[in-house]
């Protein structure tokens, strides 16, 4: 088994948050990628690269577009001109949302157009 560069293990960091922000478990995304779940846990986990065509279905199941996946970093959601809005705010399309957790913003479930500062 090779090692993992960084890449691959932030990648697998991120779609562990996103898969707990969207309330799926291990054995959820495992089902429906169809593999065994103990096989998911190595991906996720870092012991194993996740296959290119399984990183692609991982993000149609997420409903998260890959390279916002690949390319999103934590410290834009802690940027001092970022406006942060509470659970109880909605975004300019009215959708009510916890804009300040990084997860939204990664799956495009956020409204970043008129919320940066």
Known sequence: MSKLDAKDLDLADRIR???RFKG????DMAERLGISQRQYGRYENGEQMIPPEKVGAICVILEVEETNLRNFDERM???PTRTRWSQNQTCCHGNRRRAED????????GCLGERWG
């Open 77 to 79: 959601c802690s940027a």
């Open 17 to 19: 948050k996103v898969r």
């Open 102 to 109: 990084p997860a939204t913003y990664m799956t495009g479930s």
């Open 24 to 27: 799926f478990k291990e054995s």
